[in-house]
């Protein structure tokens, strides 16, 4: 499996053009794993000529690539998910040691991963044109005809985040493929050696050279000129909402799809199975410490069961176990310490200003406990900042139309959950829910993956979900046919 991925001191390389790459001048990144600071190994640190290179194969690949019939695109994914579920093992193990995700949760990813490649195949299969007859319109004629088709808009830049390094690289590559397009795939700088064993998957399971590319470095460096580049067609990005925005007032002309951050809202009505919810929202909160855009961040509850329910909340926290992500836990150390700065800040931030500690508050080094706050005002930062970390704040209401509120002044709009016993009730709610997605008696969560993933407001651009990434991959070429003209040639 490793042939030519990487040196003899674990020096990893680029995919390009079917080879394996350094960058051209050497440079590298060192990618330490965040257990214990030791080094993984390297990524190449590309510069714009080696991006240059990467673009032209993509570009010159791209005609071949579109001509490729649907269904033997279909069978490289599905070769690709063969090979992905056989090195289970190997790659789930590189997901731990780089971003500290843990054991049962790395190799779930990877078997995601695996479903999604052979859904993404089957779906492909299926999509289908359309024809319509110009008779429908006034003014029209049956004679008039509409030959409808989906066409690839040719290569796309896919950028993937530290948190799901695998399953958000591949949620991007093969509805771009199954589209027709090619791919250079930027991966992030900390879990691009995970994505870079994805990339041999996808050669191993021969994928012509140059229908997928990658190109690892810093994105401070190489961003600008990945999203400028004039051989891009298509943006697909998850990340911060800070780079999003970013990206969105750089790119110019080329179409995107942005998937950024959220500050997801749990609201606890009075009248739910409240032991179900406490369940559900830790859960949902404290899942790999908290480092998804799709976690419980926030807790709306009705003030006549906030004691209730806090009680409940402490006690199913209090259960979950923090360590290496070797060992059984679900509270592993964050990425770096940069983020682990932020959030113990945004802890000792509510602290100062009368949130009082439930459980947790307390600190080793990037590891931080599960933190459940409560009296959580609307005047704390912990109130409407994303932590992507292992907190849960609690902000007391008086009623429902409150509850509304205070979620929708946020400037995320990804997704909100609502737990209730009352399903008319529920729908009213989400109705009014300034969000892509309301989950009604279940935590915030992504998937399944053939539904939409969408957010609104500073939490994205676009829809996701296979069938949709699909769609928002390719464009509409409409061949319309007048079938009563004369073809024949005067004699």
């Not at 003030?303 to 009680?311: K, L, N, P, R, T």
């Not at 199913?316 to 923090?322: D, E, P, Y």
């Not at 508050?361 to 292992?390: C, Q």
């Not at 279940?442 to 500073?458: A, I, M, W, Y």
């Amino acid at each position: 499996m490793l042939n030519g991925l990487y040196d003899s001191k674990k020096n990893y390389k680029n995919l390009i053009g079917g080879d394996w790459l350094f960058a051209t001048d050497n440079a590298n990144l060192k990618i330490f794993s965040p257990i214990d600071g030791s080094l993984i190994g390297t990524v190449p640190a590309m510069s714009c000529e080696d991006i240059d290179y990467a673009m032209n194969f993509a570009k010159k690949s791209q005609n071949l690539w579109q001509e490729t019939p649907m269904y033997m695109r279909a069978e490289y994914l599905y070769r690709a998910a063969d090979l992905l579920k056989e090195y289970k093992q190997v790659i789930s193990h590189v997901i731990t040691m780089e971003i500290a995700k843990d054991k049962v949760s790395a190799e779930s990813e990877v078997e995601r991963t695996v479903d999604f490649l052979r859904y993404t195949a089957d779906i492909g299969k299926s999509l289908e044109g359309t024809s319509v007859y110009g008779e429908n319109f006034p003014g029209g004629s049956r004679d008039k005809l509409s030959y409808i088709t989906r066409e690839p808009l040719g290569t796309v830049l896919a950028i993937s985040p530290f948190n799901y390094p695998v399953n958000l690289s591949v949620s991007k590559i093969a509805p771009a493929l199954m589209g027709g397009n090619t791919v250079v795939l930027k991966p992030p700088s900390q879990g691009g050696i995970s994505a870079l064993y994805l990339a041999l998957v996808f050669k191993e399971a021969g994928l012509p050279d140059g229908v997928l590319n990658t190109v690892t470095g810093s994105g401070s460096e190489i961003g600008d000129y990945l999203i400028t580049h004039p051989n891009i067609d298509f943006i697909n990005f998850t990340g911060s909402t800070a780079v999003g925005h970013h990206i969105a007032k750089t790119c110019g002309m080329i179409p995107i799809m942005l998937e950024l951050g959220g500050k997801d809202a749990a609201i606890i009505l009075d009248d739910c199975n409240l032991d179900y919810a406490a369940e559900q929202c830790v859960a949902g909160a404290f899942s790999y410490s908290g480092q998804r855009c799709t976690a419980v961040k926030r807790i709306l509850v009705i003030e006549s069961i906030a004691d209730q329910f806090v009680a409940l909340l402490k006690e199913k926290t209090l259960k979950l176990k923090s360590g290496s992500p070797h060992e059984d836990v679900s509270i592993v150390p964050l990425i770096n310490d940069k983020s682990a700065d932020y959030v113990f800040g945004l802890i000792e931030n509510a602290v100062a200003k009368g949130a009082e500690v439930i459980t947790g508050g307390t600190r080793n080094d990037k590891l931080i406990s599960p933190t459940v706050l409560d009296y959580v005002t609307t005047d704390m930062e912990v109130a409407w900042e994303e932590p992507f970390g292992p907190i849960l704040p609690i902000i007391r209401v008086k009623n429902i139309d409150e509850a509304i509120s205070i979620a929708n002044r946020s400037e995320y709009g990804l997704q909100s959950s609502v737990f209730t016993s009352d399903i008319g009730k529920a729908f009213t709610i989400a109705r009014k829910l300034e969000v892509g997605t309301v989950q009604i008696n279940n935590k915030t969560e992504r998937g399944p993956d053939h539904f939409p993933f969408l957010g609104v407001k500073s939490s994205g651009m676009g829809t996701q979900g296979i069938k949709y990434s699909i769609e928002a991959m390719t464009r509409h070429k409409a061949i319309v046919v007048n079938l009563a003209a004369p073809c024949n040639k005067k004699r």
